[in-house]
């Protein structure tokens, strides 16, 4: 799966990212510090939700489950669609960017 990124806009703990996967558009919400799922409502605008996008949720807990825990979501969206990423970490928000096509230079 070809997956590239770019930066939209700086949220709350994160980023809004515009994510091209196979060369079809999803909006992906990459933040840490943030583990619950109920939190997803204050990250992803009511726009959005009332445009009928379907909400895609994972956290990502350790670099080491990084890519499994991303490729669980990102298999089962559809264009148009917004995926939202809860890191643990900073190391796990690191990961989830790199994997996401846009690494961090620190």
Known sequence: MEIVSRHIA???????LLTTLDGEGITAYVVVGVNDLNAIADIVPVEKVEAGADIHASTVDNVDNAQEQIDQVLENMNPGDVAVFLCSSDDAYGAALDLLGLPIDE
């Open 10 to 16: 700086d949220v709350a703990g994160g980023v809004e």
